[in-house]
């Protein structure tokens, strides 16, 4: 564990917000103190958005989309501006990574290597649209023509997440960017210095007047953004609980949404599968960023011959993590974003414990800290398929291990709760592999692995919430459909 001292940095245009690509004074006087999860101290002072603000970012948009170049630009010109907004990414990297690991505790080796593998993505996406068939002329039954035009949509509201803001930046709003629509940006709270980092690249990268804001805002102008009539796309990252509001707001003006939500992923270990293999694919799935990924592996699922041997030496690496300040690259497990978000897991151990299961390792804050808002990473037992710790997301470092009888069994209890994000096994047997693909109800499956592949069509099934982002089908959902009828003889 360690005890590195943090410093601090400065934050671009830290008393403006970037609306319409342009960096704005507030309407509203409202700052807001950006806290260090590590040290608890006071980093920097940023504008909290307003209403007025959000308004002022949609009349932005709407006036791109109407009479700017944007959506009259050639593909290659929108990729050349692409492009430069990728460089300007890169150069900012270093700073997007010390702010993620300062203002939200993702440790520095961690962030930058996300922030790395985000990039590809960007060039998928241009390989994608050029692969897209914007216009398309097709015969019709009484020997006339019709053209199919995808068009975009118009404007998009993308509602990202902490943990994963630059990923979902490259596969939802370059998208979205590519095929022509405006995007406005609500970042989370948690990453608002780097919300201004994010932007100052987008400002560099000299898109079109009106094209790009970012908001770095709470739930009062998420709402009002979500239920504006002048969004006409909303992509929503986050809880299940939200999504299904997202959704109601949207439908009751019937606007489109993608929605990508919670999961509750479940890693069969098959008991051909060696336990010295499995463990650190495993842990790579459990304790990335605490345990706060969508996709975190929280359900562990083998069978009662080798439940306890897996179990200790579970405990045995989880007990060698190094724990301490994100900002050290020696560091793989920073504290939580908040005290809120870290009173909210240990509350789910509480009552797991309460209900019946054991704690194995972890459930308690590290002694070796007497400030920050850190918690132990925490391996249960004796979970039960209906207990709450195993049916609902926790976004935190909370994992259960549970008893299965057969593979039958591991399938029925992987499949048994409202999510369907993401499901894995861990096997050498191919056959067994594939049919457990074939049976989980998931929107990705992984084999002797857990990462989702964000260079394909990737979202969930049940509660998990439904649409698609990257790919080909990611890229459609951005798009309107038009007809144009050509008659025989014209």
Not at 430 to 449: E, H, P, S, T
Request: net charge negative.
């Amino acid at each position: 564990m360690t005890t590195q001292i943090q410093t601090k940095f400065d934050v671009p245009h830290n008393t403006e917000l970037y609306i319409g690509g342009r960096w704005e004074t507030s309407t509203s006087t409202s700052v807001v103190d950006v806290v260090s999860p590590y040290s608890e101290e006071v980093l920097c002072s940023l504008p909290e958005p307003s209403i007025e603000d959000a308004d002022l970012a949609v009349q932005c948009a709407h006036t791109a989309f109407d009479s700017g170049p944007w959506t009259s630009m050639s593909l290659d010109e929108r990729i050349k501006h692409v492009l430069s907004l990728r460089r300007a990414i890169e150069a900012r990297l270093p700073d997007l990574a010390q702010a993620w690991a300062l203002e939200a505790a993702m440790p520095l080796a961690t962030g930058t290597a996300f922030g790395e593998a985000a990039l590809p993505f960007i060039d998928d996406a241009i390989e994608v649209a050029r692969s897209v068939k914007f216009t398309e002329r097709r015969a019709t039954t009484d020997g006339g023509e019709v053209e199919v035009r995808r068009e975009p949509v118009g404007t998009m509201l993308a509602i990202l997440t902490y943990n994963g803001p630059l990923t979902e930046f490259t596969f939802t709003v370059i998208p979205a960017l590519l095929v022509g629509n405006p995007v406005i940006v609500k970042l989370p709270p948690e990453n608002r210095m780097l919300g201004h980092f994010l932007a100052s690249a987008v400002e560099e990268a000299g898109l079109p007047d009106g094209l790009v804001s970012i908001l770095t805002a709470g739930t009062e102008v998420s709402k009002h953004l979500v239920a504006h009539e002048g969004i006409d796309l909303v992509h929503f990252t986050g809880g299940t609980e939200i999504g299904i509001d997202v959704a109601t707001v949207c439908a009751q003006r019937l606007a489109r949404a993608t929605l990508e939500l919670g999961g509750k992923s479940a890693a069969i270990v098959a008991d051909d599968m060696p336990l010295d293999e499995v463990v650190p694919l495993l842990l790579g799935g459990m304790t990335t960023y605490q345990g706060q990924q969508c996709v975190a592996l929280t359900r562990i699922l083998v069978s009662d011959s080798r439940h306890d041997e897996l179990v200790e030496r579970l405990v045995e690496r989880l007990k060698s993590l190094s724990i301490g300040d994100p900002l050290d690259r020696e560091v793989a497990f920073g504290p939580m974003p908040s005290a809120r978000i870290r009173d909210r897991s240990e509350a789910f151990i509480e009552r797991a414990v309460k209900e019946g299961a054991a704690i194995a390792t972890g459930g308690r804050r590290p002694e070796a800290f007497n400030r920050g808002f850190f918690l132990e990473p925490t391996l249960l037992t004796n979970v039960t398929e209906t207990m709450e710790v195993a049916q609902t997301e926790i976004f935190g470092p909370v994992y259960s291990v549970m008893r299965y009888k057969d593979i039958d069994d591991a399938v029925r209890i992987t499949n048994g709760t409202q999510y369907g994000l993401l499901s894995a096994i861990y096997t050498h047997d191919d056959a067994l592999a594939w049919d457990v693909a074939g049976r989980a109800k998931v929107g990705a499956f992984g084999i002797n692995g857990s990462f989702p592949c964000l260079t394909a069509p990737y979202g969930g099934v049940k509660k998990s919430g439904y649409g698609r982002v990257a790919g080909i089908e990611g890229m459609l959902e951005l798009t309107n459909v038009k007809q144009i009828i050509i008659p025989k003889g014209l």
